[in-house]
């Protein structure tokens, strides 16, 4: 048999089976179910990726571990690092993880930060239990501070804490303000990503924790809620998770009027 006809032979059996797995795979498209939002995006999702070259977003960024796990933490202080007690605890190994585990990686973007930082040690409120995950009767005391082992924030800055009591949200009724959140999100996770207008809409726990409306899910534990204050944003809460608040689902952060306290439990 000629060699010209073999190699044409073989040219027409593959393209008939590209052309084959190409009308399959069309076939089976319509039918592909779309993909599921992440659990805290309600309604539609207003995330957007924002640069973090530029103050106060590269006072942002992810705090990685070394076991896989990341969290969102925002530069408080020079050194001090503002994060979720829950992102600190290794599920696995069913402990604390050692401050060593930490880094802080400075207005991370696609792969890349400004800086990174090693973490020295860290503070965490003592009324967080030692347990997996964050639990709904501890979301108020979920919160800690890691101390970095030199300055980040006299290059990068920081962002102040001020806070928001039931007296600002707006009108008589106390219906709500608008404020921001910025994060890491898991689906999102190479991009800071901003909800630029969400709301604070009332105060839960006799005041321990505040509801909110920001787009925020796995990845964005430890990230800010921010309100303007004059030309600056300030850090008014801090997003911890989720609750059902009112017959509704709301993201849930600390007050800033708790984390203005010290916390006392060291590691």
Known sequence: MPRS?????????????????????????????????????????????????????????????????????????????????????????????????????????????LASFPVASYRRAAEYPAVVGNRRDHLASDWAILELEQPAGDDLGFLTLEQLVKSDLNGEANESIGVQQAGYSRDMSYVLSLHPDCQVVGFAADGALMAHTCDATEGDSGSPILCRRGDDLAIVGLHVGSIDWKGRTFGVAVPATTLIGPANDSH
């Open 5 to 113: 006809f073999l190699i044409a032979s073989r040219l027409i059996f593959l393209v008939a089976s590209l052309a084959l797995l190409a009308a399959t795979a069309f076939a089976g498209s319509p039918t592909k179910s779309p993909a599921k939002a992440p659990q805290g995006i309600v309604g539609n999702d207003d995330r957007v990726a924002v640069e973090t070259t530029e103050f106060p977003w590269r006072a942002i960024g992810r705090i990685n571990m070394v076991n896989g796990a990341y969290c969102t933490g925002t530069l408080i202080g020079p050194s001090q690092v503002l994060t979720a007690a829950h992102c600190l605890w290794d599920r696995r190994g069913q402990r604390w993880a050692p401050p060593d585990w930490l880094h802080f990686l400075a207005g991370y973007q696609r792969g890349g930060a």
